[in-house]
C-alpha cells in the first residue's frame, strides 16, 4: 500500500510546486468585500498557468459573485481557494466580463457550484465562434497544464443600454454592457457600497491594451465612464488590483488617441497594412509593457477598422 | 424579454474541453522537423494539382514572396510578390498558394496587355502553420517558384471585422489609393484597389442563427487603363475581407483606370476613376 500512498504524496507536492512556479498572487481585499487576484504582465505559459489577467470576487451578506473565473482550469481552482480562504459564503454569480481567454477559461473551476453565469448579450456568440479556436491556443502555450480548460456558457444576458442589478444581499453590483470597445461585448460591474468600478479590459495599466472591438468606441465608453459620478477606485482587466479613477485611464486615452490619429494618416498618406505597424503610434506604445507583442496587432486591427469608414 | 433566448440555468462547460479532445502540445517554435516530409509531400501534390506535371525551377533572386514571419491578424495578412527586374517582361501569370489553407489557391493574376506583374500585393487568410508558395510562370511556359513559411492560425474562421449587416451595406463599394499619385511618361507608380465585400469563407459563424455563413466570395477581378486590360486576378476564400489588391500601373497619365469584379453569386461590381494628377 506504500505506492499508492507515495503516489498521492508526490502529486500533492506537485500541485504545491505549481502554484509556487507560477508566482500565485494572494487576492488582495482593495475595498471591503472586493477582492482582486492580480494578474502577471506576461503571455500565458505553463509556468503562470494563463494567470496574467485580474480576476476576483465579490462578497455580500448572502452570497458570492465571481468576476472572471480565470484563464484556465488551474487559475481557477486557486481563484476558488482564495474564495474559499475569504468566505463561507456560496458562490451565486459568476460574471464573465468578456470572451477573452485569460478571463474565462478558468470557468470549468467553477463548473459544479450551480451558480448563473452572466454576460454581455454578444458574449454567446463570440464564445460559439472562439472557444475552440482559444481552447487550442491554451494548449500550445500551456502544454499539459492547459487540460480541463473551459469557458462555462452564460445563463443570463445582459443588453446594452438595459443595466442590471445583481443582488449579493445588503449590496448590489450594476452590470453594463457595453458598445463595442476593447472587444464588441465588455461588461463592467459598479458597486455603489464601496464606490469601485470594476472595468476588466476596458482598463488596461501598464501593460499595452488589446484592440479587439472599435478603437473610436473604446475612446467613447471611456469618456462616458470617466463622467460617471460616485467612482473612489477603478479595478483594470491587467495592472494593478486597483487604481484612481479616472485618473488612471490617461496613458491608455492617450495611446488609443494616438493610434487612432496616426492610423488615419497612414491610411490617408497611401501607407498599406504591411507597414503600418512600424510606423504608426511607435512613440505611444514604447512605455508599455509588451507593446512588441500586441502593438502592431492594434494597428492592423485599426487600420482594418478605419479605412472602410 | 426579447433579448434573452432560452437558456440552461446551471453552469453548462462549452465544448468538450481541452480534457476530452485529446490535445496535443505543438511545437511552437520554428517550421517543426516533423512535419517537414509531410508538408514538403503537400506541395508536390498542389502543385502537380495545379500546373500538372511541368517542372518547377527554384525562382532564386527572379520571384521574391514577402510575408511576416508570425501574422498580427491571421484574417488579414499582407503578402507581398516582387518579380526582378530581368524576370518581369517574360512572365504572364503570377499564382500564390496557402498550402494549408482549405480552398489553398489564394489568387492567380494575369497579366493583360498594358500591364506588367513587378510587384503585387493583397492581403489573406491563413488557416494554419503553412508555406505559402508563389509560383510565376513565363511566356514560354516555365515554372518558377519561391516559398516562405508564416506562424498564423484561425484565419479562416475569424469572424468579420464588423456585422454582415455593415459588411452588405457597403457591398461592392471600392477604393483606389495612388501613394504616389497618377503615373507619369516612363514612370510606374504602385496602386492598390480594394472591394468593399465580406468574402466569407464559409467557416465563419453567423452571430445570430450560429450556423456557417455561406461562402461568398469574389471570384475575378480585372483591371484596365486607357482601355487595355492591365491584369486580370482569379481569386478565392483565402482572400481577406474586402478584397485589397496592390500593383504597379505605368502609362500616361489622365486615363481611366477601371477595375470590374464578379463574385460567386454572379455579382457585378464596377468603379472608374480618372487619374489626374494633382494641382
Ligand atoms: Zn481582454
Known amino acids: 500500500m506504500s505506492a499508492p500512498r507515495r503516489a498521492i504524496l508526490l502529486a500533492g507536492l506537485g500541485a504545491l510546486a505549481a502554484g509556487a512556479a507560477s508566482g500565485a498572487a494572494s487576492a488582495v481585499e482593495v475595498a471591503p468585500g472586493l477582492f482582486v487576484l492580480p494578474g502577471l504582465h506576461e503571455e500565458a505559459s505553463a509556468d503562470n498557468l494563463d494567470a496574467i489577467g485580474n480576476v476576483g470576487f465579490v462578497v455580500g451578506r448572502e452570497a458570492v459573485a465571481v468576476v472572471d473565473p480565470g484563464g484556465s482550469l488551474a487559475h481557477g481552482q486557486h481563484l476558488r481557494r482564495a474564495i474559499a480562504a475569504a468566505t463561507p459564503l456560496p458562490i451565486r454569480h459568476i460574471v464573465l466580463t468578456h470572451v477573452h481567454p485569460d478571463h474565462v477559461m478558468g470557468g470549468a473551476a467553477f463548473a459544479d457550484c450551480g451558480a448563473e453565469v452572466i454576460g454581455h448579450a454578444r458574449l454567446p456568440e463570440a464564445l460559439a465562434q472562439r472557444h475552440e479556436f482559444y481552447g487550442a491556443m491554451l494548449a500550445r502555450e500551456m502544454g499539459a497544464a492547459a487540460a480541463g480548460s473551459a469557458a462555462l456558457a452564460p445563463t443570463r444576458l445582459v443588453a446594452p443600454g438595459q443595466d442590471e442589478m445583481l443582488e449579493l444581499g445588503g449590496r448590489a453590483l450594476r452590470l453594463t454592457a457595453h458598445p463595442p470597445a476593447h472587444t464588441d461585448h465588455d461588461l463592467s460591474l459598479f458597486d455603489a457600497a464601496t464606490g469601485t468600478l470594476w472595468l476588466s479590459d476596458l482598463l488596461f495599466v501598464e501593460r499595452i491594451p488589446s484592440l479587439d472591438g472599435s478603437l473610436p468606441g473604446w475612446r467613447r465608453v471611456l469618456e462616458g465612464l470617466a463622467r460617471w459620478p460616485g467612482v473612489m477606485r477603478a479595478v483594470p482587466g491587467h495592472g494593478p488590483p486597483a487604481v484612481d479613477w479616472p485618473a488612471a485611464a490617461a496613458p491608455l486615452a492617450r495611446y488609443l488617441d494616438a493610434l487612432e490619429r496616426e492610423t488615419r494618416a497612414a491610411i490617408a498618406t497611401g501607407i498599406g497594412l504591411a507597414e503600418a505597424p512600424a510606423r504608426v503610434a511607435t512613440a505611444e506604445a514604447a512605455g508599455w509593457r509588451l507593446a512588441e507583442a500586441y502593438h502592431g496587432r492594434n494597428v492592423t486591427a485599426a487600420y482594418r477598422e478605419l479605412e472602410w469608414e | ?279
Open chain 2, 1 to 279: 424579454m426579447p433579448h434573452r433566448p432560452s437558456l440552461p440555468r446551471r453552469p453548462v462547460l462549452l465544448g468538450a474541453g481541452l480534457a476530452a479532445t485529446g490535445f496535443r502540445p505543438v511545437l511552437a517554435q520554428g517550421i517543426e522537423s516533423a512535419e517537414a516530409p509531410r508538408r514538403t509531400e503537400r506541395w508536390r501534390d498542389l502543385r502537380e494539382a495545379i500546373f500538372g506535371s511541368r517542372r518547377a525551377e527554384p525562382a532564386g533572386e527572379a520571384l521574391i514572396l514577402t510575408a511576416p514571419a508570425r501574422a498580427l491578424d491571421a484574417a488579414a495578412v499582407p503578402i507581398a510578390i516582387a518579380l526582378s527586374a530581368e524576370a518581369a517582361p517574360a512572365v504572364r501569370a503570377v499564382t500564390l498558394v496557402i498550402d494549408e489553407n482549405p480552398a489553398p489557391v489564394a489568387a492567380r493574376f494575369e497579366a493583360g496587355p498594358g500591364g506588367d506583374l513587378r510587384t503585387l500585393s493583397t492581403r489573406v487568410r491563413v488557416d494554419a502553420y503553412t508555406f505559402l508558395h508563389a509560383v510565376a510562370e513565363t511566356a514560354d511556359g516555365r515554372l518558377l517558384e519561391t516559398a516562405q513559411f508564416i506562424k498564423a492560425a484561425g484565419g479562416c474562421s475569424a469572424p468579420l471585422g464588423g456585422t454582415l449587416e455593415a459588411a452588405r451595406q457597403r457591398l461592392g463599394r471600392m477604393r483606389l489609393v495612388l501613394p504616389e499619385g497618377p503615373p507619369g511618361p516612363g514612370r510606374a507608380v504602385p496602386v492598390q484597389v480594394a472591394v468593399s465585400h465580406p468574402n466569407t469563407s464559409g467557416m465563419q459563424i453567423d452571430q445570430l442563427t450560429r450556423l456557417s455563413i455561406p461562402a461568398e466570395f469574389l471570384r475575378a477581378l480585372r483591371i484596365s487603363y486607357r482601355g487595355a486590360e492591365v491584369m486580370r486576378i482569379e481569386t478565392d476564400i483565402s482572400i481577406a475581407e474586402n478584397p485589397t489588391f496592390g500593383f504597379a500601373l505605368q502609362g500616361e497619365p489622365g486615363g481611366e483606370l477601371r477595375v470590374e469584379a464578379l463574385d460567386n453569386r454572379d455579382r457585378r461590381f464596377e468603379a472608374a476613376w480618372m487619374l489626374v494628377p494633382a494641382g
